[in-house]
């Protein structure tokens, strides 16, 4: 196995964010690299030779090259198995990758509509079409996590321990209270609220956040 530190890309507040609350989690040994998106440091060669799809996060585990933030997530907490942000339980395991895979192919490509409109159509007129119904469908993508998170009734959104989920539930959340939605996330989603701030409240979620310069829930 690779001893040297894992090299992690990053964009603040973005969908990274998890992996990178994740790693700070397993307390392994890590280099961030932060990519300037706004600045289109993302397109640069020597990114695209890393992740072609020229995306966040992205991380390289001695010659290993990882992309796309469920596989991240999920090769972090088997690398780190002592960190247990995997569930052991069939059930809990399974819940878990079906939020990852919920977070990764709806939540986040419906708020990708209205972050990044112009991946969607061409012209001016279209595009704020895309942005109206983007932020239709967000509205209802937010209800149906906090119905979710409401009807199940335990602690973490997997179960009753911590997982990579929550980290990754965190990420839309803090979204939600982004300029773009601008969403009050704790009157109209307090029960989401209510685990963002149990997020919000373990050390390496503080220490992340300080780093990227994210406010605390």
Same mark, same amino acid.
């Given at each position: ?14 969908? #990274?964010?998890?992996? =990178? ?25 020597? /990114? ?25 997530? $999920? /090769? ?17 395991? +399974?819940?878990?990758?079906? %939020?990852?895979?919920?977070?990764? #192919?709806?939540? =986040?490509?419906? $708020? ?7 991946? /969607? *159509? ?19 993508? %937010? ?6 998170? +409401?009807?199940?009734?335990? *602690? ?5 321990? $911590? #997982?990579?989920?929550?980290? $990754? ?8 209270? #982004? ?6 996330? +704790?009157?109209?989603?307090?029960? %989401? ?14 220490? *992340? ?9």
């Amino acid at each position: 196995m690779n001893t040297r530190p894992i090299k992690f890309f990053y964009s603040p507040g973005a969908c #990274s964010l998890a992996s =990178h609350i994740v790693l700070e989690e397993t307390g392994a040994a890590y280099e961030a690299v932060r990519i300037a998106l706004a600045e289109g440091a993302q397109r640069q060669p020597d /990114y695209l030779a890393l992740n072609p799809k020229g995306r966040v996060p992205v991380i390289v585990d001695g010659d290993f090259v990882l992309t796309e933030s469920p596989a991240i997530l $999920y /090769y972090l907490a088997q690398r780190f198995p002592a960190a247990g942000l995997w569930p052991g339980d069939p059930q809990a395991a +399974a819940r878990c990758a079906e %939020w990852l895979a919920w977070g990764s #192919s709806g939540i =986040h490509v419906t $708020y990708a509509h209205l972050s990044r409109p112009e991946r /969607y *159509t061409n012209t001016e007129a279209a595009i704020e079409d895309v942005k109206a119904k983007a932020r239709s469908a967000s509205r209802e993508a %937010w209800e149906m996590v906090e119905a979710k998170l +409401a009807a199940a009734k335990s *602690t973490w959104v997997a179960g009753e321990h $911590y #997982s990579v989920a929550d980290a $990754y539930a965190f990420v839309f959340w803090n979204w939600g209270r #982004s300029t773009r939605l601008g969403y009050d996330m +704790a009157r109209d989603f307090p029960v %989401w609220t209510e685990h963002a701030r149990r997020v919000g409240e373990r050390p390496a979620v503080r220490r *992340t956040l300080e780093q990227e310069g994210i406010a605390l829930p």
